[in-house]
């Protein structure tokens, strides 16, 4: 039977080694062949940055780091909480594949990218605090990273929320916890106003009709050839984590309690920000990076047992699409 002679995937450190040094090498190949395309949402703060530099040297280098440290809190998040049943490689190359396989979110520094990086590290947070009854300074601290992080991208705002929603699943949403959450959103305020008062940081020389115009989502019409390559290319990325979900209807009632509620938080993160992603296409390349953060995660829990041949023939598919659709990108 093909269920007795299985083979594991590698789960070493030279596993994880050679998908980070293939993610890289994506990346380098997709530098000089792509026209790269920055998107940018309506922040507090603007960093007067020069356009050059996001699609220099320096600025790859700098979106590399941000999405193998991103890499490295997945593979935390997954193999800590038992998210898969054993330590696996999957969240590792699902990621790389899927930022990397992407030349707007592998080799352009994105707002969003940043944003993933703080959305994982809450998520990494809110985990760890499951069913924690004194867990109001880590609530604290996770809500004042993505108040902080919105600073540089607006739409990190909207991840707040669901912080309340995974208190609630975690189990620890309680007046102690949520005054927490909301002193820390004053807190980053108060920082602002001070700095601005201070002359520190410059305020928005935005007219207030035109700020608000900013923050109402983009529509269809006005999205570039990029942009509607990526709504075909996270297509793949969906189809994944919906039989994830599927699956989850059998499998969850083997799971411990704890995993059960990561896995619906992991949920109601995908869909929430596919929800953003439909309502505002225009900043598809930001919300592209935290969706993929989760769905890397879905996808390793998909593919954790793999207990016959057509499932195996899946994992092959999905990594010869994506790599595909790369190539095809970059010509």
Same mark, same amino acid.
């Given at each position: 039977?093909?269920?007795?002679?299985?083979?594991? +995937?590698?789960?070493?450190?030279?596993?994880?080694?050679?998908?980070?040094?293939?993610?890289?090498?994506? /990346?380098?190949?997709?530098?000089?062949?792509?026209?790269?395309?920055?998107?940018?949402? =309506?922040?507090?703060?603007?960093?007067?940055?020069p356009e050059t530099w996001y699609t220099s040297t320096?600025?790859?280098?700098?979106?590399?780091?941000?999405?193998?440290?991103? @890499?490295?809190?997945?593979?935390?998040?997954?193999?800590?909480?038992?998210?898969?049943?054993?330590?696996?490689?999957?969240? @590792?190359?699902?990621?790389? $594949?899927?930022?990397?396989?992407? %030349?707007?979110?592998?080799?352009?520094?994105?707002?969003?990218?940043?944003?993933?990086?703080?959305?994982?590290?809450?998520?990494?947070?809110?985990?760890?605090?499951?069913?924690?009854?004194?867990? &109001?300074?880590?609530?604290?601290?996770? @809500?004042? +990273?993505?108040?902080? =992080?919105?600073?540089?991208?607006?739409?990190?705002?909207?991840?707040?929320?669901?912080?309340?929603?995974?208190?609630?699943?975690?189990?620890?949403?309680?007046?102690? =916890?949520?005054?927490?959450?909301?002193?820390?959103?004053?807190?980053?305020?108060?920082?602002?106003?001070?700095?601005?008062?201070?002359?520190?940081?410059?305020?928005?020389?935005? %007219?207030?009709?035109?700020?608000?115009?900013?923050?109402? %989502?983009?529509?269809? $019409?006005?999205?570039?050839?990029?942009?509607?390559?990526?709504?075909?290319?996270?297509?793949?990325?969906?189809?994944?984590p919906a039989a994830m979900a599927i699956n989850t209807l059998y499998r969850e009632t083997h799971d411990k309690?704890?995993?059960?509620?990561?896995?619906?938080?992991?949920? =109601?993160?995908?869909?929430?920000?596919?929800?953003? /992603? &439909?309502?505002?296409?225009?900043?598809?390349?930001?919300?592209? %990076?935290?969706?993929?953060?989760?769905?890397?995660?879905?996808?390793?829990?998909?593919?954790?047992?793999?207990?016959?041949?057509?499932?195996?023939?899946?994992?092959?598919? @999905?990594?010869?699409?994506?790599?595909?659709?790369?190539?095809?990108?970059?010509?």
């Amino acid at each position: 039977m093909y269920e007795q002679n299985i083979k594991r +995937l590698p789960t070493d450190a030279a596993a994880h080694i050679i998908c980070i040094a293939a993610g890289i090498l994506l /990346i380098i190949i997709s530098a000089p062949l792509t026209a790269p395309v920055r998107e940018s949402s =309506t922040a507090l703060i603007n960093i007067p940055v020069p356009e050059t530099w996001y699609t220099s040297t320096w600025g790859v280098t700098l979106n590399t780091a941000i999405i193998l440290l991103t @890499t490295l809190i997945i593979a935390g998040i997954t193999n800590r909480y038992a998210i898969t049943s054993s330590y696996s490689i999957l969240p @590792t190359l699902f990621y790389l $594949m899927y930022q990397c396989c992407n %030349p707007m979110t592998g080799r352009v520094l994105q707002q969003g990218n940043i944003g993933a990086l703080a959305i994982i590290i809450s998520t990494s947070i809110l985990f760890g605090n499951y069913q924690n009854k004194n867990s &109001a300074g880590n609530i604290y601290g996770a @809500t004042l +990273l993505l108040a902080l =992080t919105s600073l540089l991208w607006g739409r990190a705002l909207f991840y707040i929320p669901l912080l309340w929603i995974g208190m609630m699943q975690m189990h620890i949403f309680n007046l102690q =916890t949520f005054s927490a959450s909301l002193l820390a959103i004053l807190t980053i305020l108060w920082i602002y106003t001070f700095l601005l008062i201070a002359g520190i940081i410059p305020g928005l020389d935005t %007219p207030t009709a035109e700020l608000l115009k900013n923050l109402v %989502p983009g529509g269809y $019409m006005t999205l570039d050839i990029s942009e509607q390559y990526g709504l075909i290319y996270l297509l793949p990325a969906i189809i994944i984590p919906a039989a994830m979900a599927i699956n989850t209807l059998y499998r969850e009632t083997h799971d411990k309690i704890s995993v059960r509620s990561y896995n619906r938080h992991l949920n =109601t993160t995908a869909v929430f920000t596919l929800l953003y /992603i &439909a309502a505002d296409p225009d900043g598809i390349f930001n919300y592209m %990076p935290v969706f993929n953060s989760v769905a890397a995660i879905q996808a390793a829990r998909y593919f954790d047992t793999i207990k016959s041949l057509k499932k195996l023939r899946m994992l092959y598919a @999905t990594i010869i699409i994506y790599l595909s659709m790369y190539i095809i990108w970059i010509l």
